[in-house]
Each structure stands twice: as structure tokens, then as C-alpha cells.
């Protein structure tokens, strides 16, 4: 288990770099993040190389036994990288320039931008690839993160390049755009800019071309380096911090180029739907590598400061967030940042150890949470305990909230409310792209997937006929890679499979409140034009954003809607195949809906949850053999566990969790035992 911190030491006069070891030593820190926004000490001119101080800060690290993630330092060009070369500066959308003074000011597919950052990286790795303390390559720092898209000069040139590689011939490209409306006819492609502020709206296939572009530079920031690293010698695993659900990287496109997988969560104290939020983000990264333990490479022991306000954790919520990450797949646990800052943007976020000192409740929860982590000694291989996939794709989200639709959709709050039925209930969940239904999961649910690339759409056919359960709607299957509707109206891929034809979109008024949480999909009443009825199970339920116009042609009416413009026509259908079957939901149900929904398709399929009847409040999630249980709730709850108790080893039975409790539980696979999961984790293995 890794635990410790990103280490920002040039902050810091080298007499605290000793006093940092020690209280690192305290802690159980056994790793740190060294020198990630470090380039400006390090190169502090042109031609100019200072290495000395990190020679000592690693050393020091190492005789105090302290391993280091290297950071490759090109996250914040220093100050004369952007006098010198202005043209390394990006853009915003009117082409005015983002200056210096912050960080991340760097186009990421400027050339010159590239040149100097890959001789930093060059020389780093030079001077550190053999360094005993050096354990693992940092490269960059979460890319994207303050610059979602970048309409600079340098991405101009860079759009043309992507776009005549991708697409050969300008006929092509107008082909997959569309161009014959609008007069948007290219002759070349040097007559095509990035989306640049324009009267109104842009093409949306070219939308969707400059986000794949704008992950694609990313990426190929990311790649420039690594090569650079392991054209070195470099032989540790090299990677760089995720976040989650973050719309400008297609992180699953990402994936195959990291070693292992790292990812930043900050859960937000004072948000309703946290844990919900939290867990989505983490099984998502984990489905991102099955099989392989994922990183949580930053997290705040306490409040952040970039929130409108920011409260701290509740006494107790720092190991409960922790387990909820060991729980869906961690294998390292990790902070933004070591020690305060006493100057600078972040001198207010929380750090292991505060600016107040040690006598705090942060440091002592640190230090607890150190020994705990490493008592729990190897854990099981997670990656093969969800017998349900949600579907979350990236081209899909990017598409599906471009404008100009029947009406508004926000991507990652309807995924968010299917993901919440199944967490609330305790049933493990992976997050896929479409090409990755198969026979390893009982049910997949595919909610608004409006684009469906050709491949997805066999994988998702294929799944539902031979064996497994799929649901999906509504506004899915409308467009094709491109976001080019497909000849022969819409549903025309899976229509088949779910045995509906689809004639209307049947938008409702609205749009209803939007935001993360149950509210986003919140039902408003009867006679509301901006919601429809309908009765899932005996559960009133009301629908949102649409009453989709469809027919059955094969498959079975499970519910038709109570009123609104389509009453008495279909809401839920099924279509069974000799294997497998196929269900689709015509409009977006609210809470209630989504849960009834859920509720039926997993009574249907038998899928389990890992603990049956878990109070509210608590949350568990198997990883093999372990099985975390959290109570998150500010009340104590009681459930019955089997097995033991990991740490203490004794077995458990009907037990009582304290708010912010932690158990963690051996409880073995019952049935079929996970070929990915050993039974690594014995009582024994913490003795
Ligand atoms: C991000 C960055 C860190 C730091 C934290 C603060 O995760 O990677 O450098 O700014 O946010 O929460």
C-alpha cells in the first residue's frame, strides 16, 4: 500500500527538508510525488540547469526511506518560457491569449511548447532514471485540468494537421460533417479553424472533431513525454493523474498508454450525493484496467480552497472516503499536498500535515490512517466482482450535449442516477464503453447514448442476444460516429434487438432544474407539462425531458405512459431473445422511476448485492475476498456481516457502525470464486 503526498520541498528552506522526513517517517508516508510544478528551479533560464537542490531533496528522501514519484515538472512553464516564446501561450474561444502568473499556460500542442518541455524531461531522466528512490514517472499533472479546449494559433495548425491525417481528403472531411449546409463547403484544409467565437452555432460534427482533437493533443503531450522517459532507460511504470469523469479526456482511449492507472477525487463535505459521486468516480477508474489496483493519487485530508466555500471533512470522513477508494480497486492512497503552504493559491488547502502543526485532528487522522493502511498488509486483485456494466462514453457525452438537440441532456447526471440505484442497494458496478458488453456481466444499462459508434452497437446486439440483459433509452442510437443521423430513421442499430420502432422524440417542456444530484431529474407533479406519468411496478413514477413516440413491433409493453402526449403508448418494453433480452426506456425517469427500474431488472436477472440489506447510509463494495463496509451516515447503523474482521481478525456477525465507521471484512467469493482475486488477505497477513 503507497501512502503519502505530492512533496513541493522548493517551497520550503532545506533546513525543514530533514523535520519533513521525520514527520513523513511518523505517518507511514512511503512515497512522495516530488517536483511537479518544479520546472522553473529547475531550469530558471534558458540553457540554465539547477539540480543540485533536487539531488539533495532525493537523496534525503531515500536515507530517510521515502520513495519517489518523479515528476517530469512541464505542468507550469516558468516565466521566461512565456516572454520568450509567446507562442507557447493558449488561447480561450475570441483568440485572446491566457497570460502567466498561473499555471498550465501552455498550449499543449504548441512545437515549441513540446521542444522545451521535452528537454526538461530529457535531462531529468538523464540524471535520475537509476536513482534507487525513484519508484515510479509523473508526467505532466493532470492534463486539461484549467484549459478545457485551447483555440491558440498552435491548435489551429495542429487541427489542420489531425484533421488530414484523420480524413485523407477534404471530400471526406466534408462528407463527415456535413458541409453542404450552411455553405460550409471546405476547399482545403487549411481553410478550417478551431470552434473560435462565431454568430452562432458551429457544426456539431466538427464539435465533436476538435474535443477527439483536443483529447488527442493531450494525449500526445503525454505520450511525447513517456517516450522521452522510457527512450532514457526508464524501466518503473510511468503515468499521470486522472480525474474522473473529466469531460475534455477520453480517458478510456487514455488507459492503454498508463501503466497503471492514477486518479485525483475530491468529494465535495457539503454535497448531497457525494459518496454516490465518489463511487462512481472510482469504479469508473477501475474499470478503466480490470484487474490491475488502481492509484488515488490526490485527495485532501481536510477542506480544499477552490470551492465558493469550502468546510472540511467530518472527524472520521478522511478514513471512510479512503476505504470507499480500497474498496473499488486502491492500492495507494495519496494527498495534494505534503505540508501547508504558507504562500501562494493554495496556502488554504488542507495538506498531512497543517500549517497549525500536529496537534491537530488532521495530523492525528493522518497518522491513524497510515497505520491502518498498512496493517491491512496485500490486498485481492479487484476487476472481476461486477455482474452489472453501466455504459459511460466519452464521444457519447461530448455529443450528446452539443446544442441545438430536442432538449437539454446532462450526460453524467442521468448516469449518475442509474449508477445511484445500484449503489444504494450495494451492487457492485463497472463503468464500460459499449465495445466492452460482454458475457462477464448480467445486465448492462446504456442510458442516453445518443451517439453509438458501429462497433458498440454490434457488441450491444450481440450482448442482448446471447445472454445478456440490456436496457437502454431513451435518445440513444439517434447518431453515428460522426453525429450524422443514419439512413432509415432512428434506433436503426438496436431497433431489432429491442423489437421497437422509434417514430417521435416527443421533447416535453422544460428544461427541468439541472445539477449533479437527485435533484437534476427531481419530478415535478401532475399536470406538468414538463413531466409524464407512469406506474413502474405500482411505483408512481414520472418521466422527464421526453415521451419518446415508439411502437413494439416484437417486443412486450412492460409499462406505457399515464398521460402526457403519448398516454397509452409505450414507456418500458422488453424484447426476449432465445438468449438474453432487451428492454427500453422512453423517457427519463425521475428517481423513483429509475429506481423501480432497477429494482426489476435486477430481481429479473438475480444479480446480488454484496450485502443484503444494508441500512441507509452504508455503503459496501467487494474487492475479491474484501468487503468494505462504511458507514457515511451521522448516525450509528447495524447489519449483519459473515466472515471477519480483517483487522483484528475476530469474526463478525450483527455489527454496529459508529458514523464514519470502517470495516473491513474477509468475507470469501460464495459461488464462483474470482479468477482475478486470490485470497491474498488473511487475518494473518496483518499480524
Ligand atoms: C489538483 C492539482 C494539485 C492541487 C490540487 C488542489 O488536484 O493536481 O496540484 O492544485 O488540485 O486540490
Not at 535531462?123 to 493532470?142: K, L, S
Request: proline letters at 8%.
Amino acid at each position: 500500500m503507497l501512502y503519502g503526498a505530492d512533496y513541493n520541498p522548493d517551497q520550503w528552506p532545506e533546513e525543514v527538508w530533514d523535520d519533513d522526513v521525520r514527520r513523513m517517517n511518523e505517518a507511514g508516508v512511503n512515497i512522495v510525488s516530488l517536483g511537479i510544478f518544479a520546472w522553473s528551479r529547475i531550469q530558471p533560464a534558458e540553457g540554465v540547469w539547477d539540480f543540485g537542490w533536487l539531488d539533495r531533496v532525493i537523496d534525503t528522501l531515500h536515507a530517510g526511506g521515502i520513495r519517489v514519484n518523479l515528476a517530469t515538472a512541464t505542468a507550469s512553464p516558468p516565466p521566461w518560457v512565456s516572454a520568450t516564446y509567446p507562442e507557447t501561450l493558449p488561447a480561450d474561444e475570441t483568440g485572446a491569449s491566457y497570460w502567466p502568473g498561473s499555471r498550465q499556460h501552455f498550449a499543449p500542442s504548441s512545437p515549441v511548447y513540446r521542444r522545451l518541455a521535452g528537454e526538461l524531461v530529457r535531462r531529468i531522466a538523464e540524471r535520475y532514471v537509476d536513482h534507487p528512490a525513484v519508484v515510479m514517472w509523473h508526467v505532466g499533472n493532470e492534463f486539461g485540468c484549467h484549459l478545457w479546449m485551447d483555440y491558440s494559433d498552435a491548435a489551429r495548425d495542429a487541427y489542420r494537421r489531425w484533421l488530414r491525417e484523420k480524413y485523407g481528403t477534404v471530400a471526406a472531411l466534408n462528407a463527415a460533417w456535413g458541409t453542404n449546409f450552411w455553405s460550409q463547403r471546405y476547399g482545403a484544409f487549411d481553410e478550417v479553424f478551431p470552434p473560435r467565437l462565431a454568430p452562432y452555432s458551429h457544426n456539431p460534427s466538427s464539435m465533436l472533431d476538435f474535443r477527439r482533437f483536443t483529447s488527442d493533443m493531450l494525449l500526445e503531450c503525454y505520450l511525447a513525454e513517456r517516450e522521452i522517459l522510457l527512450a532514457t532507460g526508464a524501466t518503473q511504470p510511468i503515468t499521470t493523474n486522472f480525474m474522473g469523469p473529466f469531460k475534455p479526456a477520453d480517458y478510456r482511449r487514455w488507459a492503454p498508454h498508463m501503466d497503471v492507472i492514477a486518479d485525483d477525487c475530491y468529494p465535495d463535505p457539503a454535497h448531497p450525493t457525494r459518496v454516490r459521486d465518489s463511487a462512481f468516480q472510482r469504479d469508473l477508474v477501475r474499470s478503466l484496467k480490470p484487474g490491475v489496483p488502481w492509484l488515488l493519487w490526490e485527495q485532501a485530508t481536510d477542506a480544499v480552497n477552490w470551492r465558493p466555500a469550502n468546510p472540511g471533512k467530518a472527524p472520521g470522513a478522511l478514513a471512510a472516503e479512503t476505504a470507499q477508494s480500497i474498496g473499488r480497486g486502491a492500492d495507494g492512497i495519496m494527498f495534494f499536498q505534503w505540508r501547508q503552504s504558507r504562500a501562494g493559491s493554495e496556502k488554504f488547502h488542507s495538506a498531512m500535515l497543517p500549517h497549525a502543526g500536529t496537534q491537530t485532528r488532521t495530523w492525528q487522522e493522518v497518522v491513524s490512517l497510515g497505520e491502518r493502511l498498512h496493517r491491512l498488509g496485500e490486498l485481492p486483485a479487484p476487476g472481476s466482482d461486477a455482474r452489472v456494466a453501466l455504459i459511460f462514453d466519452w464521444e457519447n457525452w461530448w455529443a450528446v450535449e452539443e446544442r441545438d438537440h430536442p432538449f437539454d441532456v446532462e450526460y453524467l447526471a442521468v448516469a449518475l442516477e442509474w449508477y445511484g440505484a445500484l449503489h444504494h442497494r450495494g451492487v457492485m458496478v463497472d463503468i464500460i464503453g459499449p465495445e466492452e458488453a460482454d458475457a462477464r456481466y448480467d445486465l448492462v444499462l446504456a442510458p442516453a447514448l445518443y451517439l453509438l459508434r458501429d462497433d458498440g452497437a454490434a457488441a450491444l446486439n450481440r450482448y442482448a442476444r446471447e445472454g445478456g440483459t440490456l436496457l437502454t433509452g431513451p435518445f440513444s442510437d439517434i447518431v453515428d460516429q460522426h453525429d450524422q443521423f443514419c439512413d432509415g430513421g432512428f434506433v436503426t442499430r438496436l431497433g431489432e434487438a429491442l423489437g421497437i420502432r422509434y417514430e417521435d422524440f416527443g421533447a416535453l417542456a422544460g428544461p427541468p432544474a439541472s445539477g449533479m444530484g437527485v435533484g437534476a431529474l427531481g419530478a415535478t407533479g401532475a399536470g406538468d407539462p414538463q413531466t409524464v406519468a407512469l406506474t413502474l411496478d405500482g411505483v408512481p413514477a414520472r418521466g422527464t425531458l421526453v415521451a419518446e413516440a415508439i411502437h413494439a413491433t416484437t417486443a412486450e409493453v412492460v409499462v406505457a405512459f399515464d398521460d402526457g402526449p403519448n398516454a397509452g403508448r409505450p414507456a418500458l418494453t422488453r424484447q426476449r431473445h432465445r438468449a438474453g433480452e432487451a428492454w427500453y426506456v422512453a423517457t427519463m425517469p425521475d428517481a423513483a422511476g429509475v429506481d423501480a427500474i432497477v429494482a426489476r431488472l435486477l430481481r429479473e436477472t438475480g444479480v446480488r448485492p454484496v450485502v443484503d440489506d444494508v441500512p441507509d447510509g452504508v455503503e459496501v463494495a467487494r474487492r475479491g475476498s474484501l468487503v468494505t463496509v462504511i458507514n457515511h451516515g451521522d448516525k450509528p447503523a447495524t447489519l449483519d456481516l459473515a466472515g471477519t474482521d480483517v483487522e483484528s481478525g475476530h469474526p463478525l456477525g450483527r455489527t454496529e457502525l459508529a458514523p464514519q465507521q470502517v470495516v473491513f471484512a474477509l468475507i470469501p467469493v460464495a459461488e464462483a470464486p474470482s479468477p482475478a482475486g486470490p485470497t491474498a488477505l488473511t487475518p494473518a497477513a496483518v499480524s
